[in-house]
């Protein structure tokens, strides 16, 4: 949003003396939508999460790979039920909200029950899908629903209820600074246009600096662009403050993601290292 609306691209291309083009941001619901727009050629790059990258580079063949990091913040389990403090309380009555079957939540939640449960389909038949609005509000409800995998803002709307404990973190089970969604791109647009990609990245790492740097006005610039009854400029302010929540070109827990994947069939081989599956402009950087 940042790059869109104070038009970093063009700024960053115009600083290597090439002609200015901007970033026009055009929302679609799911990583489904944003893997068609890459492959039909309708989008040449596309937000999407670690495990989907891993997913369409490997049916691509290295068609799509990632151009560099977004966010990192820490998706969370949370829960309205006292009883359950960690995965083995969960009896197989209680149900588990996650965005989708396939969602990085539902992914470290099955990443989690290898590592605390020994299976890692253990709490597969808990597992109900729901979009984070509904989910929340069946948990709070006290509904079908007694936990929920989730991400920013969710995460922090649940947290104010007195009720909701956290059971969960993806950073105990990616490591910290996991990273959340990062931006990918068609590999074709990426080599007939490398000035434009590398432009692109330092806008990224521009725009991470300005949000660290004035969150104040950050949260404006969101809330100017995606309306909001549930948040105010200092509740987005708040968790664009929280030590929890990075923003990082730098991709991180792309390689633990992959392990998992390659170990329960979701991929045919692992990349060897993360920068198999990302562009050569952040290679150099400090991910994992």
């Given at each position: 949003m940042m790059i869109e609306e104070e038009k970093l691209l063009g700024a960053a291309l115009a600083e290597q003396g090439d002609p200015r083009i901007e970033l026009k941001l055009q929302r679609v619901s799911g990583s489904t939508a944003v893997n068609e727009g890459l492959l039909a050629g309708l989008a040449d790059m596309g937000v999407m999460g670690a495990p989907s990258l891993l997913i369409i580079n490997e049916k691509t063949r290295g068609g799509v790979k990632g151009l560099a990091g977004a966010s990192s913040f820490p998706m969370v389990l949370n829960t309205v039920l006292d009883r359950i403090k960690t995965l083995a309380d969960f009896t197989p009555q209680d149900r588990i909200a996650a965005p989708a079957i396939t969602a990085p939540q539902n992914l470290c939640l099955r990443m989690a029950a290898e590592k605390y449960l020994g299976d890692a389909k253990k709490l597969d038949t808990n597992v109900v899908a729901l979009p984070h609005p509904d989910a929340m509000a069946a948990m709070l409800s006290g509904t079908e629903v007694v936990a929920h995998f989730t991400n920013a803002p969710f995460a922090q709307f649940e947290a104010d209820d007195k009720r909701v404990h956290r059971v969960l973190s993806s950073e105990e089970i990616l490591g910290k600074s996991a990273t959340f969604v990062l931006l990918a791109a068609n590999t074709?647009?990426?080599?007939?246009?490398?000035?434009?990609?590398?432009?692109?990245?330092?806008?990224?790492?521009?725009?991470?600096?300005?949000?660290?740097?004035?969150?104040?006005?950050?949260?404006?610039?969101?809330?100017?662009?995606?309306?909001?009854?549930?948040?105010?400029?200092?509740?987005?302010?708040?968790?664009?403050?929280?030590?929890?929540?990075?923003?990082?070109?730098?991709?991180?827990?792309?390689?633990?993601?992959?392990?998992?994947?390659?170990?329960?069939?979701?991929?045919?081989?692992?990349?060897?290292k993360w920068q198999d599956v990302f562009f050569p402009f952040i290679q150099e950087r400090i991910g994992s």
């Open positions: 074709k647009f990426v080599e007939q246009n490398p000035k434009v990609s590398a432009a692109m990245v330092r806008a990224m790492d521009t725009a991470i600096a300005r949000i660290a740097a004035d969150p104040t006005k950050a949260a404006a610039l969101y809330l100017k662009l995606e309306p909001s009854k549930s948040m105010t400029p200092a509740y987005v302010e708040k968790i664009l403050r929280d030590p929890e929540n990075i923003f990082s070109v730098a991709p991180g827990g792309v390689m633990a993601y992959a392990e998992f994947m390659q170990r329960t069939g979701q991929l045919k081989t692992k990349p060897t």
